[in-house]
């Protein structure tokens, strides 16, 4: 008897695909998405159980369902992603150094001049002559 | 980044100027401006002197172990005085347009009293 594709398997392990790569997509167009990723805790969380019934078919029923070794395969590599996934937003986006001489509210601004995109120099003391203020926005290049 | 240029005419009706700093050369900065979509100023700090200045040196972090900059921002007044600082311990969270608009309406309510 030919045995069953165990479609739960590989819709699980697409999940956890889904889950581990949407993220950054995912918030720059849903900001609500940003500081705590429960979109893609949705989608692992998803991904477990659909891989969980697709191991459960092919041990449980290895007559009927393939997947004993694909399925063991594609739950290794979920689990890898969902790894990966974690040390980036838990371990790796927080390994940074304390920053404890940055200058505090009331504290005098550094004075600074540097050129913009096109190479004009910006001063902000020009700036501040203009405006009524003037919001720096430190980042960390080519995000 | 995005964030601030979807509300960058609320900054300007305000007087209030946004910079954007990086140790990206300017060719990097205009790159990203274009693909993106950004028209507020990106300043290149390719040495990151105004990067240690401000204190939010974020040392070899970059590509080939350059000095970059940690995510932070800074809402200065006319004065040259410093109002309002944003550190953050995680590269992830970072202040939105809504947490500098509402400094910013706060400053200018004191400034007005």
């Given at each position: 008897m030919k045995r069953n594709w165990n479609a739960w398997l590989w819709a699980g392990f697409g999940l956890a695909l889904a889950?581990?790569?949407?993220?950054i997509s995912l918030f720059i167009w849903f900001p609500?998405?940003?500081d705590v990723p429960w979109v893609s805790y949705l989608l692992f969380i998803a991904a477990g159980c659909l891989l969980g019934i697709g191991l459960h078919r092919a041990f449980g029923q290895p007559e009927r369902y393939r997947g004993k070794v694909s399925g063991v395969i594609l739950g290794v590599l979920s689990l890898a992603m969902i790894g990966m996934f974690c040390y980036f937003t838990f371990i790796l986006s927080k390994d940074m150094p304390a920053s404890t001489?940055?200058?505090h509210a009331g504290q005098h601004a550094p004075r600074f001049t540097l050129p913009d995109g096109a190479g004009r120099p910006v001063a902000l003391d020009e700036l501040l002559k203009t405006h009524k203020a003037v919001l720096l926005i430190f980042y960390r290049g080519y995000w | 980044m995005r964030g601030f240029e979807r509300r960058?005419?609320?900054f300007h009706a305000r007087?209030?100027?946004v910079l954007a700093i990086s140790a990206d050369s300017n060719q990097e900065s205009r790159k990203l401006c274009a693909s993106r979509g950004y028209t507020y100023p990106f300043l290149s700090d390719v040495k990151a002197e105004v990067i240690r200045s401000y204190g939010v040196l974020h040392p070899r972090a970059g590509e080939d172990g350059r000095d970059i900059a940690r995510?932070?921002?800074f809402l200065i007044d006319a004065t040259g005085t410093i109002r309002w600082v944003n550190l953050t311990n995680d590269l992830r969270v970072r202040a939105r347009?809504?947490?500098a608009l509402r400094e910013i309406d706060w400053l200018m309510a004191v400034a007005a009293r």
């Open positions: 889950g581990a790569f949407s993220y609500i998405t940003r001489d940055a200058p | 960058l005419n609320e007087g209030v100027e995510p932070a921002e347009p809504e947490n």
